[in-house]
């Protein structure tokens, strides 16, 4: 990975329960962005949270963020079948536009 | 809405051979990046353009190219194919080079080597 790694690598949870997944990187960022990936299918952008801020809301999506540990947290409340797919962080640094992808949690939600 | 549109969706070569892969980005977006992700891998950033202009630079092999053209559509031109370069090859639109934009990627291009 780019920019570090992804815990856990999988999740496999009740349909109803909440999803947390982790993601640690290793520059200073100026954002951090969430995305979503089902099976053979293009990424589709989640949240994005400014590396000024702590805490983020969009739905049932919460992000943490914390850049004295450089980590951040997505937590899935309520859970549904249609949440299953893959779930990256990406990092903008602080000297480029591009986002460094991590190594993605692979969240399966069981009906 | 439109989104990012990529051809082939599909492409088999045999070894050596070239590929083309094509990406049209988002109406009024100027920035388009290409990002290669294996099975089972995160996406690799390889490069992006900017008003048509190479912006940044990833791990892009040095047979592979890729440029943006004036109607702002880019291709990522790939030569002396290997067995690992299949992946599936995503491309990416945004709107200006700036920070903080979210990225809207197309549904990419699953090229195959054999």
């Known amino acids: 990975s780019q920019q570090g790694e992804e815990d856990p690598q999988a999740l496999s949870i009740q349909e109803g329960e909440n999803a947390t997944m982790n993601c640690s990187y290793k520059?200073?960022?100026?954002?951090l962005q969430w995305y979503r990936q089902n099976s053979g299918r293009g990424l589709v952008h989640l949240i994005l949270i400014r590396s000024n801020e702590r805490e983020k809301h969009s739905g049932r999506l919460r992000v943490t963020l914390d850049t004295s540990k450089k980590s951040s947290s997505l937590l899935i409340t309520a859970s549904r079948a249609a949440d299953t797919a893959s779930y990256f962080c990406a990092t903008e640094g602080s000297n480029d536009y591009k986002l460094s992808f991590g190594a993605g949690t692979t969240v399966t939600v069981r009906a | 809405a439109a989104g990012v549109i990529q051809s082939p969706r599909h492409l088999i070569k045999e070894k050596r051979e070239t590929a083309t892969l094509k990406c049209y980005p988002i109406p009024r977006h100027d920035t388009v990046y290409w990002y290669q992700q294996g099975p089972g891998q995160d996406p690799q950033f390889l490069i992006s353009f900017y008003e048509k202009m190479q912006s940044d630079k990833g791990s892009i092999p040095d047979r592979f190219s890729a440029q943006q053209f004036s109607d702002y559509h880019s291709e990522l031109n790939m030569s002396s194919l290997e067995l690992g370069d299949s992946a599936l090859y995503f491309c990416?639109?945004?709107?200006?080079?700036?920070?903080?934009?979210?990225?809207?990627f197309g549904s990419g291009t699953q090229l195959s080597v054999l």
């Open positions: 520059t200073s960022i100026n954002n």
């Open positions: 990416a639109s945004s709107t200006g080079h700036s920070t903080n934009e979210k990225l809207f």
